[in-house]
């Protein structure tokens, strides 16, 4: 099982930047797929998710209006679309995924949103900076 992220890298503020998770080893169909953040000697952030059950997208209140998260069911891979970004947007950003397709009903997101411990995939993550 992989998730691998690209498309980090450094920005001036309103800038944009797009990344990428591909991923393998798993049903994609079956999970939801999500960014989550964190800034060395902070608590990590979910910052936008979406079911690959029913393609609705959540987002975090410090991202909404700005990102854009999307999913493609036949190259298994999520996309997260970064405008207008701010200083406060540096951080090493994750793709994760949980089980969301199980057998007894769909998982949805906002209950997940602050299990990061429960998620079952992680990618390794990658850095975003965001200066001038």
């Known amino acids: 099982v992989q998730l691998v992220e690209s498309g980090g890298g450094l920005v001036q503020p309103g800038g944009s930047l797009r990344l990428s998770c591909a991923a393998s080893?798993?049903?994609?169909?079956?999970?939801?797929i999500g960014w989550v953040r964190q800034v060395p000697g902070k608590e990590r952030e979910g910052v936008a998710w979406?079911?690959?059950?029913?393609?609705?997208?959540y987002y975090g209140d410090s991202v909404k209006g700005r990102f854009t998260i999307s999913s493609d069911k036949v190259k298994n891979t999520a996309s997260l679309q970064m405008n207008r970004l701010q200083r406060e947007d540096t951080a090493i950003y994750y793709c994760?995924?949980?089980?969301?397709?199980?057998?007894?009903?769909?998982?949805?997101?906002?209950?997940?949103?602050?299990?990061?411990?429960?998620?079952?995939?992680w990618g390794r993550g990658t850095q975003v900076t965001v200066a001038s």
């Open positions: 994760a995924a949980f089980y969301e397709n199980t057998p007894v009903g769909p998982v949805r997101i906002p209950a997940m949103w602050d299990r990061m411990n429960d998620y079952d995939y």
């Open positions: 080893g798993f049903t994609f169909a079956d999970y939801a």
């Open positions: 979406i079911s690959n059950g029913d393609g609705i997208a």
